[in-house]
C-alpha cells in the first residue's frame, strides 16, 4: 500500500498560461500532502504543504499567487502553476503523509513541466 | 539553519564492491531520517526510513544508521550492482510536517 500518483506525468505548456497538476493517494487518506520542486541536478525543495481543508503553507520566496494549491479532499491535492513562464520549468513532485506516527511520506513520480 | 549535508557528491565503484553513502544534518532534535533513490528523470524510491528512537535499519543489501548525537546517518550498500546506479538522497523530519533533503550522492557502479 501507500502508493501515491502524479498527473500529468509530463506537459509542455506556452508562457503564459496555467497548468495544473493533480496528486493523489491511491490506498490511503493523507490528511498533509506536500508540494517539491526539482531543478536538474539538483535536490527537492518543499514548496508548500497542505492540510485538507485548509489553506496551504508556503515556505520563504515560493509565491502562493503562482503556485495554487488545492487540497479538496483526503485523497486528491492539486497544483496549479498560474500565468507560467519559461524559469517555472522544472520536475514538480509531491507526497503524501498518513496519520501514523511514523509520519513517513510517500512520493509521487513526479511530473515534469516544461514552459516554452 | 537546518541542513543536510551528503558527501561525496559522486561516486564510482566497480560492480560487487561494498559501499558507504553519508549524510549529516544540524538539527539533533530529529524525527526521523528517511533514505530515498532516484533514477534519472524519475520520483523517489523509498528506501529505508528511520525513527529517532532506532539506531539501524536493514533491507537487504542496504543498511542505513543513524547518530543523533553526532548528527549522522550512513547508507551502507552491500555487493554493489550496476541496477545500484542512482542519485540517493536522506532527507531528515524535525516535526512540524518539515522535512529537508540533501543534494544527494550520484553512484554509478560499473559493470
Known amino acids: 500500500g501507500a502508493v501515491v500518483s502524479q498527473h500529468p506525468s509530463w506537459v509542455i505548456c506556452k508562457s503564459g498560461t496555467s497548468v495544473k497538476i493533480e496528486c493523489r493517494s491511491l490506498?490511503?487518506?493523507?490528511?498533509?500532502m506536500f508540494w517539491y520542486r526539482q531543478f536538474p541536478k539538483q535536490s527537492l525543495m518543499l514548496m508548500a504543504t497542505?492540510?485538507?481543508?485548509?489553506?496551504?503553507?508556503?515556505e520563504q520566496g515560493v509565491e502562493k499567487d503562482k503556485f495554487l494549491i488545492n487540497h479538496a479532499s483526503l485523497t486528491l491535492s492539486t497544483l496549479t502553476v498560474t500565468s507560467a513562464h519559461p524559469e517555472d520549468s522544472s520536475f514538480y513532485i509531491c507526497?503524501?503523509?498518513?496519520?501514523?506516527?511514523?509520519?513517513?511520506?510517500?512520493f509521487g513520480p513526479g511530473t515534469r513541466l516544461t514552459v516554452t | 539553519k537546518q541542513e543536510v549535508t551528503q558527501i561525496p557528491a559522486a561516486l564510482s565503484v566497480p560492480e560487487g564492491e561494498n559501499l558507504v553513502l553519508n549524510c549529516s544534518f544540524t538539527?539533533?532534535?530529529?524525527?526521523?531520517l528517511q533514505w530515498f533513490r532516484q533514477d534519472p528523470g524519475k520520483g523517489l524510491t523509498s528506501l529505508l526510513l528511520?525513527?529517532?528512537?532506532?539506531r539501524e535499519q536493514t533491507s537487504g543489501r542496504l543498511n542505513a544508521s543513524l547518530d543523533k548525537s553526532s548528527g549522522r546517518s550512513t547508507l551502507y550498500i552491500a555487493a554493489s550492482q550496476p541496477g545500484d546506479s542512482a542519485t540517493y538522497l536522506c532527507?531528515?523530519?524535525?516535526?512540524?510536517?518539515?522535512?529537508?533533503f540533501g543534494a544527494g550522492t550520484r553512484l554509478f557502479v560499473k559493470a
Open positions: 538539527d539533533s532534535a530529529i524525527y526521523n
Open positions: 507526497s503524501a503523509s498518513k496519520t501514523s506516527p511514523s509520519y513517513e511520506q510517500y
Open positions: 490506498d490511503f487518506q493523507a490528511t498533509t
Open positions: 497542505s492540510n485538507e481543508g485548509s489553506k496551504a503553507t508556503y
Open positions: 528511520i525513527q529517532s528512537s532506532q
Open positions: 532527507a531528515m523530519y524535525t516535526g512540524g510536517f518539515k522535512t529537508i
